[in-house]
């Protein structure tokens, strides 16, 4: 089936510097979002992102975050700077419009030391 | 407030038997209830989804009973296999902005 690739699985990063994280979205996939997971918690919303605009964005996502999807090339997740708060697993995730199914990477797993 | 809930951290049923795990949710706006699974290591796949307008969802062993009016929603997972085990997360949207917001997960255990 449709595939959502993340890139890399593993980030380990020092509290401070920047992270990015890339995305290859389902083709011909519209929406675009990122979800933080912490361990053994729930999924949580971050972020939507429509037509090279930022559509929604949580509480959680901090001033530090912020997205992009140059030219259709990788959507990415960048923070700077990292905090220790910030160690997480980020899943990206793609759908074709609202209400359809929402396809998930399988998540970078992000380690701020 | 948290606005999906899911009655069970963890449910634990033998092979062979239909696994119901339990949903709720607050915003009655919502008209979009997809289910995932989610494997160690994976990323959430979705199982099953429903819409409001609809009251029961049926696909293969999977079924999703929806109850508007009490804003609750199970899944029923006949004749549970071992390979069933997995975290089960109820989500709920609503259509025009494709945002999900997830409850805790059910962690389902079936044990041979």
């Known amino acids: 089936g449709p595939k959502v690739l993340q890139i890399p699985s593993h980030q380990i990063i020092d509290m401070g510097q920047m992270v990015t994280l890339n995305c290859d979205p389902v083709?011909?996939?519209?929406?675009f979002y990122w979800y933080k997971q912490i361990l053994g918690q729930q999924m949580e919303f971050l972020v939507n992102f429509y037509n090279g605009k930022v559509m929604e964005k949580s509480k959680l996502f901090k001033d530090q975050f912020s997205v992009e999807r140059p030219d259709g090339s990788y959507f990415t997740l960048k923070i700077q700077p990292t905090a220790l708060e910030d160690s997480a697993v980020y899943f990206c995730?793609?759908?074709?419009?609202?209400?359809?199914?929402?396809?998930f990477g399988k998540g970078t797993r992000l380690t701020v030391v | 407030q948290q606005q999906v809930r899911q009655s069970s951290q963890s449910l634990t049923v033998w092979e062979g038997e239909t696994a119901i795990l339990n949903c709720s949710y607050e915003n009655s706006a919502f008209d979009y209830f997809p289910w995932y699974q989610q494997f160690p290591g994976e990323g959430p796949a979705l199982l099953i989804a429903i819409r409001s307008v609809s009251d029961k969802k049926e696909d293969g062993r999977f079924t999703i009973f929806f109850n508007k009016r009490e804003k609750n929603l199970s899944l029923h997972i006949k004749d549970s296999q071992p390979g069933d085990s997995a975290t089960y997360f109820c989500a709920a949207s609503l259509t025009n902005t494709g945002k999900l917001t997830f409850g805790d997960g059910t962690v389902l255990t079936v044990k041979p």
């Open positions: 995730a793609s759908s074709s419009g609202g209400g359809t199914e929402v396809f």
């Open positions: 083709s011909n996939h519209l929406y």
